[in-house]
């Protein structure tokens, strides 16, 4: 089974995650993405939904126009977990 982070554990992690935005309410990651425009967006959406099924963890994202919000949670394991933290890095190798 797959566990949360502790404290130690998340603060480590997101010192990593310079990008990401710790959301307490939902013990998940954050991170707003914008490009040029709609096609750009959606483009990055797929790449990430690619790498989300081979990993099978997806992310929980909206998207407007030519920004993607992404939310980075584990829901069996009950909030943040090293699966998220994962993500999150091969996620931004798509745009940094």
């Known amino acids: 089974m797959i566990e949360a982070l502790n404290e130690q ?11 990401w935005d710790y959301d307490d309410a939902r013990d ?5 993405f914008t490009f040029e425009n709609f096609s ?7 790449q990430v939904a690619l790498m989300a099924e081979k990993a099978d963890h997806h ?6 126009y030519n ?6 949670t ?6 943040l977990s090293a699966r998220d933290v994962e ?6 190798t798509l745009v940094d």
């Open 67 to 72: 920004r993607v919000d992404v939310l980075l």
């Open 28 to 32: 998940a990651i954050t991170r707003s």
């Open 87 to 92: 993500m999150a890095g091969q996620i931004d």
């Open 9 to 19: 554990e998340r603060a480590d992690a997101l010192d990593g995650l310079p990008d």
């Open 74 to 79: 584990t829901h069996d394991a009950g909030g």
């Open 59 to 64: 992310p929980e994202w909206s998207n407007v």
């Open 40 to 46: 750009e967006a959606f483009a990055f959406m797929t």
